[in-house]
């Protein structure tokens, strides 16, 4: 799972004056002639800084989202969901373990990164700020956000960092599993009884606006990211994201009967696009800096487990080794 | 072989016990999921608690084949005097400390209980055992590892560790709880009973944390946890099945 589309510092010096042309130009090259870069290499402190911002939030996001569907493992009905949600919660946290593998590869220890989180300096996905109520709130989490990290995932999969791309290639395996996992769940709720019909159309009712949050600000309102295209660190547009998730996902929900609720929602036959309400990207912003549903539980949360468990990590710890960037 | 009816219900009486036991210890394992004090340890505490699910579906199933209701039910279903788990398993997770300890102290147990069960005269039973003992494997080398790992850490992971044991180890010795289905059970070649169970696991326990600093308790000082496979509970199990069946309590008829 992830989220977030791309959110990106402005940056003063994305064209790097102070770099060296030449290698410069010799990773511009690279990239466009379709190499990855490798840890070891030459590449700009742009370049680097935001990876591993985009790398880090990406990881969080992992973490922090295993929390709400995480609380639901000890409720879920019967043995085949049961065992099924907790392997996909076990996915998400061993994506968070690759993931900071790889922004570690950057320079960053995942203590740091952790510590940045706990703090509050780095962000994750705005879509787990909001609570899973009820049984159903799990089954469309599961379907629709990681359909639509999936195309955020698959598309980042092909970028320009060797690291990245590949733990983006064995998440994207595992979540294609928990989307048909989602969208069984969710079947099986909105074809079974009046009640669980009920709950699944509530869960899509109070999910859909982070679902159209989750792939980022308009392209109208967000950073411009040239270079960042440039470099294959952004590899898509967030609308653009946004418009391929409506066409592949909106069509699945109408086949359920279920009802989407934006009165707005339609193909566009001239443009061949999706119109839909402007998502309130007031909300967005005021919940990714703080002040939605969750941000204060699942951090409270996420800085409990890290309490609780210091003792353990500590004693692992022996003081003859040292901290040392892993490879890849 | 055939059974006679007592013989039946003993050999329902020993699935009973030991799948209520990984039933409720795999559910209280799996509260640690994106919890755990780092996430490798996290993802490996997640595996082995669906590893637990997983068994105590399949000793259901084993109860299904006899004639009892299908596992959802049986797990879903029961209220908490019908369960025969140990009030060992019942214990909120606690700390880490805790939690690692009930996971050796349980899964060395786990592991001898079914290597002896692969010799059931009981063919569905040995055939599920054996099946169990390639996964159990890595549940003890885990736990084995942890536990000698984090005694030799330093002092206060060391205290933590022997304040955990003095806890669990009482605990640990209501899983031997002596019921009246171990003599037909030892008799019809099912299951070698409780007692000698016990001996082989205080073996294994003493062998292994002689290698570390920690001391076993003296077991005359204390009160061992039995009760649990008289149906008689701890004060943790009904809210853990009131938790565990609330979704599907919404309708135990529809299918989910």
């Known amino acids: 799972m992830y989220g977030g589309g791309y959110i990106f510092e402005e940056s003063k010096n994305t064209e790097s004056g102070t770099e060296d042309s030449v290698k410069l130009k010799n990773f511009e090259d690279r990239i466009a002639a379709g190499e990855k870069i490798e840890p070891a290499d030459w590449m700009p402190a742009e370049y680097r800084k935001q990876l591993i911002r985009m790398i880090e939030q990406h990881a969080h996001s992992e973490i922090i ?46 203590e740091d990164m952790i510590n940045d989180l706990i703090t509050g300096k780095s962000k994750y996905s705005n879509v787990f700020n909001y609570p899973a109520v009820t049984w159903a709130d799990t089954a469309v989490i599961a379907w629709l956000i990681d359909a639509g990290a999936i195309i955020n995932q698959v598309a980042n999969s092909k970028g320009s960092y060797g690291p990245y791309c590949r733990a983006l290639e064995r998440i994207c395996v595992e979540e294609s599993f928990h989307l048909k996992y989602g969208h069984d769940n969710v079947v099986f709720l909105a074809t079974g009884t009046p009640k669980q019909r009920e709950m699944v159309q509530e869960a899509l009712n109070r999910w859909w606006p982070p679902i159209m949050h989750f792939f980022g600000p308009s392209d109208k309102i967000s950073v411009h990211t040239e270079t960042l295209m440039r470099w294959k660190v952004k590899m898509a547009s967030n609308d653009d994201m946004r418009q391929k998730f409506l066409d592949m996902y909106v069509p699945k929900i109408w086949e359920l009967k279920l009802t989407i609720p934006d009165p707005k929602l339609k193909k566009n036959e001239e443009t061949g696009k999706w119109d839909y309400t402007e998502p309130d990207w007031d909300e967005f912003k005021r919940v990714i800096n703080g002040d939605g549903p969750c941000n204060k539980e699942r951090l409270a949360v996420r800085r409990r487990a890290e309490e609780k468990g210091e003792w353990v990590r500590k004693a692992l710890m022996r003081p003859d080794e040292r901290y040392t960037v892993p490879l890849s | ?250 309708d135990p008829h529809a299918e989910w």
């Open chain 1, 65 to 110: 989202g295993a929390l709400p569907e995480g609380t639901w493992i000890t409720r879920a009905p019967g043995f085949r969901r049961k065992l099924a949600l907790m392997a996909k919660v076990q996915d998400e946290v061993g994506h968070a373990q690759l993931l900071y593998s790889a922004a570690e590869t950057l320079g960053k220890p995942r």
């Open chain 2, 1 to 250: 072989m055939n059974y006679s009816d007592a013989q039946i219900s003993a050999i329902k009486d020993l699935i009973f016990r030991m799948a209520d036991d990984q039933l409720i210890l795999g559910h209280r394992n799996s509260e640690w999921t994106g919890l755990g004090p780092i996430l490798e340890e996290d993802i490996a505490f997640s595996s082995m608690a669906q590893d637990k699910l997983g068994h105590a579906q399949a000793l259901y199933q084993i109860l299904h084949r006899m004639g009892e209701a299908d596992p959802d039910s049986l797990a879903f279903g029961r209220k908490e005097d019908k369960m025969r788990c140990c009030h060992f398993v019942e214990y909120p997770i606690g700390e880490y400390s805790f939690s690692l300890m009930r996971h050796f102290l349980f899964d060395e147990s786990e592991s001898l209980r079914f290597d002896m069960l692969g010799n059931s005269s009981f063919e569905d039973l040995s055939n599920t055992a054996r099946k169990f003992r390639g996964e159990l494997k890595y549940h003890t080398m885990h736990a084995e590892t942890w536990i000698k790992q984090l005694s030799n850490g330093n002092d206060e992971s060391r205290i933590r560790m022997q304040n955990a044991l003095n806890i669990c180890y009482p605990l640990a010795l209501g899983l031997f709880e002596p019921c009246e289905s171990d003599e037909m059970l030892i008799e019809s070649g099912v299951f070698p009973g409780e007692k000698a169970l016990q001996e082989k696991w205080s073996g294994k326990i003493n062998m292994i944390l002689s290698k570390t600093d920690l001391k076993i308790p003296d077991v005359n000082d204390i009160k061992i946890g039995y009760g649990g496979r008289k149906g008689i509970h701890t004060e943790y199990l009904k809210p853990l099945l009131d938790e565990m069946t609330e979704v599907y309590n919404i």
